[in-house]
């Protein structure tokens, strides 16, 4: 089986070059290939509203009609196969007058409403119609009207507006695997219709809008805000889920700095392509809630937390640790980091811990084993699979976990893999989950069983591990169901079989970044033990025993020997359920977006910026490195890089021995060396990254430590795929787990328990969700239309 | 069907069923054939009808829907005992079949679309049946009427109604 379909991928990758002529040009392709992606791989550009790359063909517009030699009636390029001596004509008065036709029929009974819709200046018609020309009409009936209609807080569906193009139907059907959509009626009575006749039960995801090439469906979030041409977009990374998909916002300039109109990925970079679920796409607007911080806030002695200036807050703040660590010594102050600050604020925070405050007191809240994950993969490069990688292995074992609600873009690349390439999947999991629709095989596991899979899996009992242990070449995915001792025994059945790569699943946007920068107790950035002798040389004072995790620095609170406790975006009195009163002794220092519970109980809380105003590198669950870029602002908060820097230099510390930047131990280069072209800095700043060098002339560009990052931490090397370039340009870089240090020793402060995975849905995200007001609307919405499907029942 | 799931149309019917959903090398193929026999037996396609018949079909309700709005000879609401379908299509029109059409209105005081509030009688203006050699044409329920002239309108209600009785009278 395995070999007859891994033939199948072969031979249909390897059909025969043939060559055709297009509008006088020869060119080759693989036989078998669409003419319309034939044409478009050699830039001629070929309308098409309904036909969409990876998805089924519809040939329902005529849009794509082209004239083949030999064959009476034009032809539709979405449905023709080229084959060797073929000739086309693309663009002629015949081929412009059929289309001019069809046009002229969409508008039938389309409105003219360009002017208030949104997709103007953004919409394929109105392309089309500028091309064409179809600004008369030999109709002179009255058009049909129909009143648009809400089918839930994200979708929206102008009926007079849609060309039945069938777009939306085949994403939310192949593509989602949700099939919420359909079609009703006949001809000009048609409309698309939700599954619950006039509301939407489905993941809210929003594909559906993105993909209409006309105004038809229109987004809750979005809708008669703006124009497209009044934003700016800017890609970056989603600050959910541990995915890590691309995402463009669109961006304007407001009273209030620069605010977030809209989200989605349409110019398809990045490894989700055009993929996002609700909440990359619709999971922007805590950034505007109203209870955002946006002053530092002090305790004041009647203790009460009041605003007070940066200046105030900040030498409060700096002033206290110091203290601490100069009469009760480094160890007397605990530092937890975040899941979605950015690698080089994380390395920033560890270092600032270790080398100014003097402690190895660091941890996060984890929500998986990465460390494992890193101490089963040490010396074993090439073996973790990366996101794009999963979009085209032969064969997926999945274990554990729920990627549809947990993991969207893992489910995506999942489901389209199997759909595109026929991969092969098998899922072993003790509920079932709705990739089983996709898989060729599941195993059902007993809820504590996953420890045993390996074994069984090996015994080559079942159906199943058979047809597992057949795969010539798998990618072994598993959840958190894996800790410790139990990730070791998985990677090592993997190494020892030697086909198989892995990835591993976590929660947030940058879990894996926290875990690889060394925000831990017992490691350094990088999983190089605290404990290992010379590790970190050049960090002054690295204190070199275990520090405390983050329960135990709780616990140290309790018995009143925790003087200190800065909490960098996370908030584990609520996440993990601590007790409060542990920390009444203590001093508190929070930097956060919002005032969380741990806030609440802080004695200086900072403002932070969130993911979406500051730029930097983040990890997804599966090791792939990404940029991402400021897109939003906002008066009065700073991002965590800066309130670091700022909170050093308060402290009287060198900032230099954190940041290197300008001269010293980096040289910055303004332009200097380039005499006569020095003005142009686009040019520039091309020049410098060829030779290798970037202007860091302030200790706030963060992207001043990647090269430190890059120096110390063995998995993200500099390398031929870890490329700077490519990384700058808005790709993604994997990173190298396997590079970690050969040794790591098994700790006890590692431990099962230390695990409390969040199992965010499709609309929640740990307390960031909370704010995310779109969010909870859709997921109100979910709630009553379950209750109503489950009624009618 | 599922064992123990009770099936709203007849026994015959749920049986003729289960032998059409197995005839199929893809069992959506039976959609249509079922459509029709599920409204021949309950009038119309309700929400119970469009539920089954998904179930049947391992469909979603949604996709049953898409296909039957697409036949305008399927219908969502209740029509009368006897549905009168009147061609006015070009060979019947030209032969007179609006007069036809207006006979029954003012014979059964309904329009287009409408129901007798006994229920026995609905109207329904339709394209072509097929029958233009003999135009004017009507179509009630499954029996053909053609060459008809209005005066012809009250004898034709007259014996459905007729049969009505008889049929109730048993
Ligand atoms: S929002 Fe997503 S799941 Fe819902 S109808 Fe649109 S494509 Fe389908
Ligand atoms: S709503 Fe948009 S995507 Fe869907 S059929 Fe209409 S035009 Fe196409
Ligand atoms: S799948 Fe994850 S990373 Fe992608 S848009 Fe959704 S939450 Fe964001
Ligand atoms: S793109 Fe070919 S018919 Fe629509
Ligand atoms: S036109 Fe009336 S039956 Fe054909």
Redesign the interface.
């Known amino acids: 089986m395995t070999t007859r379909l891994g033939i199948l991928r072969d031979s249909e990758q390897k059909m025969p070059d043939v060559t055709f002529t297009v509008d006088g040009k020869k060119l080759t392709a693989p036989a078998g290939t669409l003419l319309i992606d034939a044409c478009r791989k050699a830039g001629i550009e070929i309308p098409a509203f309904c036909y969409y790359p990876g998805l089924s063909l519809q040939a329902a517009c005529r849009m794509c009609v082209v004239r083949q030699e030999k064959v009476p009636k034009l032809q539709t390029a979405c449905t023709t196969m080229v084959a060797e001596g073929q000739s086309f004509i693309t663009e002629s008065e015949e081929i412009a007058a059929a289309r001019k036709g069809t046009i002229e029929l969409l508008l039938g009974n389309h409105p003219l409403d360009c002017p208030v819709c949104d997709a103007g200046g953004e919409c394929e018609l109105q392309d089309m119609n500028f091309k064409y020309g179809a600004g008369e009409s030999l109709y002179t009936e009255a058009k049909r009207h129909r009143d648009e209609q809400q089918w839930s807080p994200a979708v929206f569906y102008d009926r007079p507006r849609c060309i039945l193009c069938y777009r939306c139907t085949r994403i939310c059907g192949e593509g989602m695997d949700v ?8 001809n000009a009575s048609s409309v698309i ?3 619950l006749g006039n509301r939407l039960d489905c993941e809210q995801c929003g594909m559906c809008i993105d993909i209409c090439p006309v105004g038809a469906l229109t987004s809750g979030a979005y809708r008669y805000k703006t124009r497209p041409w009044e934003m700016n977009h800017v890609s970056t990374v989603c600050t959910h889920c541990g995915d890590g998909c691309k995402v463009t916002l669109g961006i304007r300039t407001s009273t209030e700095g620069a605010e977030i109109i809209r989200g989605d990925n349409r110019d398809k970079s990045g490894i989700n392509n055009d993929f996002l679920c609700a909440k990359g796409r619709f999971g922007f607007d805590f950034v505007d809630h109203p209870d955002r911080l946006t002053k530092p806030l002090v305790r004041n002695s009647a203790g009460t937390l009041e605003p007070a200036t940066w200046e105030h807050a900040l030498r409060i703040a700096a002033t206290k640790l110091k203290e601490i660590r100069d009469t009760r010594s480094g160890a007397a102050i605990g530092v937890i980091g975040s899941n979605r600050t950015t690698n080089e604020e994380n390395y920033l925070l560890q270092k600032f811990a270790r080398t100014v405050l003097g402690t190895n007191n660091i941890d996060h809240e984890r929500t998986t084993d990465y460390a494992a994950f890193a101490r089963a993969l040490a010396g074993h490069p090439g073996k973790t699979a990366t996101l794009r990688e999963i979009g085209r292995a032969p064969a997926i074992l999945l274990i554990g976990g729920d990627p549809t609600n947990e993991h969207p873009l893992l489910a995506w690349q999942i489901r389209t893999n199997v759909r595109l390439n026929r991969a092969r999947l098998y899922i072993a999991n003790s509920k079932p989950i709705k990739l089983d629709r996709q898989a060729k095989a599941t195993q059902e596991i007993p809820a504590g069983g996953y420890k045993n899979l390996a074994e069984f899996l090996d015994s080559g009992q079942s159906d199943f591990s058979k047809a597992v242990l057949a795969e010539e070449s798998l990618i072994v995915i598993f959840g958190e169901e894996f800790r410790s001792a139990a990730v070791d025994e998985l990677v090592a059945w993997g190494l020892k079989r030697g086909n198989i790569r892995f990835a591993y699943l976590g929660d947030h946007s940058n879990s894996r970044g926290a875990a690889d920068m060394g925000l831990f107790p017992d490691l350094l950035p990088g999983y190089v033990p605290v404990t290992a002798p010379g590790a970190f040389a050049e960090y002054p004072n690295l204190p070199s025993t275990h520090g405390r995790t983050l329960p135990q620095m709780f616990e140290a609170a309790a018995n009143g020997e925790l003087g200190a406790l800065f909490v960098v975006g996370a908030n584990p009195i609520s996440r993990l359920e601590l007790d409060p009163e542990a920390l009444r002794d203590t001093l508190v220092i929070v930097q956060d977006l919002f005032l969380t519970e741990t806030a609440a109980l802080a004695d200086v809380v900072l403002p932070a910026a969130s993911l979406y105003e500051k730029s930097g590198t983040v990890t997804n669950s599966f090791g792939d490195v990404q940029l991402a870029r400021k897109a939003a602002d906002r008066p009065g908060v700073r991002p965590d890089f800066e309130i670091l820097v700022r909170l050093a230099g308060a402290m009287g510390v060198d900032v230099k021995t954190l940041v290197p930047f300008a001269h010293g131990s980096v040289t910055g280069d303004l332009g200097q060396s380039r005499g006569a072209q020095a003005g142009e800095a686009d040019r520039h700043s091309v020049w410098l990254e060829a030779n290798g060098l970037e202007p860091k002339l302030s200790p706030f560009d963060s992207l001043a430590l990647l090269d430190e990052i890059q120096r110390l931490v063995p998995g993200y090397a500099p390398s031929e795929s870890f490329d700077r370039f490519s990384l700058f340009a808005g790709n993604d870089v994997p990173s190298e787990l396997g590079n970690s240090p050969g040794f790591v020793p098994i700790s006890t402060l590692r431990g099962p328990d230390l695990i409390a995975p969040n199992h965010d849905g499709l609309f929640t995200s740990a307390t960031l969700g909370r704010y995310c007001r779109g969010l909870t609307e859709l997921e109100q919405h979910q709630e009553t239309v379950k209750e109503a499907v489950a009624a009618a029942d | 069907m599922k064992p123990g799931v009770a099936s709203i149309f007849s026994p015959t019917l749920a049986a003729r069923f289960d032998v059409l959903v197995e005839k199929y090398p893809v069992k959506r193929s039976a959609l249509i054939p079922m459509l029709l026999y599920a409204q021949d037996e309950a009038g119309y396609l309700s929400e119970a009808v469009i539920a089954e018949i998904a179930r049947r079909l391992s469909l979603t309700e949604l996709e049953v829907r898409n296909v039957a709005s697409y036949y305008s000879m399927l219908r969502f609401k209740p029509a009368g005992r006897y549905n009168i379908q009147v061609c006015t299509n070009i060979c019947c029109m030209l032969k007179g079949a609006y007069d036809v059409l207006d006979r029954f209105r003012e014979e059964l005081h309904i329009d287009p679309n409408g129901t007798t509030p006994d229920g026995l009688f609905s109207l329904e203006e339709v394209e072509c049946i097929g029958a233009c050699c003999w135009g004017p044409a009507i179509q009630v329920n499954y029996d053909f009427h053609d060459e008809i002239k209005p005066d012809h309108v009250p004898g034709i209600v007259g014996g459905y109604r007729g049969k009505a009785q008889a049929e109730g009278k048993k």
């Open positions: 099939w919420a959509l359909g079609i009703e009626n006949r219709a939700p599954n």
